[in-house]
């Protein structure tokens, strides 16, 4: 059988937002990149996931040249309400540290970024199968994949990156005595909604209840997004949508506010974790994304996270290839890990304050309320709690 065979600077395993935000930024600086897919074109494009962006993360998207679309319809969010039974108290973010979050889908941004690689012509392969690595210690590493028509593929880099997710190969490319792990798997999952309604709420809502967390959040002025705290063993068959709009409501009701109702899009459910492997490199394989770490929700994180990891190493690539200097891919790992692990503390520590969980007691439940009053009267506390959630500035 024949095999093509291509040649690159950079290889890069999976479109998401980490690959595909990292073949854009190499590609404005002269930099050759091919990105390998498994999945079509559309189904990565409705991939229902993250919505909120980190100060940071809109930055980079603009100097990338892919901000417009998110300037003209993403929601500048200038805090989040924090509520328990009878209250609830806005966090100003831009009062305590300067800085907001954007409303924008993590569709969307897939979405933006395809396009300018479409339009660019650079090649972007969708639908491919038996995506492998192979020789990542050597200097020419290869991807070999067989593409959507069916030829068998090799292609040579220089190096590779594997943006391809917590599922994908990159992660265990990389020999497991090589690698150290942490993980703390959570005894809660979310259910989440996407409504065909008006939020209710110009910013996001994250709501302790006794009996579980619920969250508001929204994706534009007439979609919604919505999540309950569930137990992980959960079906979401069981789950109707007037079942859900009504623990909604019980969760989320104060006096004087209404939730709206309206048709159910999508509905799922996630169980939460956090996990982080270590070293990020092995040879000339850089792991970015959630093929390195995974974090909860509840921080809107995820995809800011990997949006960090490839502004490291595209800076990093540059370097190398533009001024032949090491230093920089030398210290990727360690450098990407620092903003993992404060995102890590941060993510757990709000999902620890706003859940119940279930192994816990009533002595519990009033250690998150003395935490939650403390955070919403403290300029100190709700401080880290912006700087934090806003994203911390790039080292
Ligand atoms: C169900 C779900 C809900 C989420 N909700 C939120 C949220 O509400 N808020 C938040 O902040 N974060 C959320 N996240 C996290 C956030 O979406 C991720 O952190 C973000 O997608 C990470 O981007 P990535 O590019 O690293 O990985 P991914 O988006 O996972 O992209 C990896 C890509 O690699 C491809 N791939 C995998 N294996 C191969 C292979 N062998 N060959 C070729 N391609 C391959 C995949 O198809 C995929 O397109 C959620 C994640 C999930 C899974």
Redesign the pocket.
């Known amino acids: 059988m024949t095999e093509r065979r291509l040649r690159t600077q950079v290889g890069i395993?999976?479109?998401?937002?980490?690959?595909l935000l990292l073949a854009q930024l190499l590609a404005r600086q002269g930099i050759e990149s091919v990105i390998?897919?498994?999945?079509s074109r559309e189904y990565?494009e409705a991939?229902i996931?993250?919505?909120?962006l980190e100060h940071q993360t809109v930055q980079l998207l603009t100097d990338a040249g892919v901000g417009d679309r998110l300037h003209r319809e993403g929601l500048r969010h200038d805090g989040v309400y924090l509520q328990w039974p009878g209250e609830r108290h806005h966090i100003d973010f831009p009062g305590l540290c300067g800085r907001s979050v954007w409303v924008y889908g993590?569709t969307e941004v897939v979405k933006d970024l395809i396009a300018a690689r479409v339009e660019a012509a650079l090649p972007l392969h969708f639908d491919?199968a038996d995506?492998a690595l192979v020789d990542v210690e050597s200097d020419r590493p290869q991807i070999r994949?067989t593409s959507a028509d069916g030829e068998a593929t090799v292609l040579e880099c220089d190096l590779v990156a594997g943006?391809?997710?917590?599922?994908?190969?990159s992660r265990p490319a990389i020999p497991e005595q090589l690698r150290t792990t942490w993980e703390r798997v959570y005894p809660f999952a979310w259910l989440?909604i996407l409504a065909q309604v008006a939020p209710s709420t110009d910013e996001l809502i994250y709501a302790w209840h006794p009996d579980g967390f619920a969250m508001h959040s929204m994706r534009s002025p007439s979609v919604s997004r919505l999540y309950l705290q569930v137990d992980p063993t959960e079906r979401i068959e069981d789950w109707s949508d007037d079942r859900i709009w009504s623990q909604l409501q019980h969760r989320m009701g104060l006096d004087g506010w209404t939730l709206n109702a309206g048709p159910v899009l999508d509905k799922?459910i996630?169980p939460m974790r956090s996990f982080v492997s270590a070293p990020m490199r092995h040879g000339n394989l850089f792991l970015?994304?959630?093929?390195a770490h995974?974090v909860p929700?509840t921080g809107?994180?995820?995809?800011?996270?990997?949006a960090a990891d490839v502004k490291v190493l595209a800076e990093a690539i540059v370097a190398r290839t533009q001024e032949g200097r090491t230093d920089l891919l030398d210290a990727y790992s360690d450098t990407a890990l620092r903003r993992v692990w404060r995102a890590t503390h941060f993510s757990w520590w709000m999902t620890s304050m706003m859940h119940v969980n279930p192994h816990g007691d009533a002595f519990d439940r009033q250690l998150q309320l003395s935490q939650l009053r403390y955070v919403t009267s403290s300029t100190a506390a709700a401080t880290g709690l912006a700087e934090n959630y806003t994203g911390m500035p790039f080292e």
């Open positions: 395993i999976g479109a998401g937002p980490a690959g390998v897919e498994n999945r990565v991939r996931r993250a919505g909120v993590q491919v995506t994949f943006c391809d997710g917590f599922h994908g190969i989440g799922g996630t970015a994304g959630d093929a995974i929700p809107a994180k995820g995809l800011n996270l990997a």
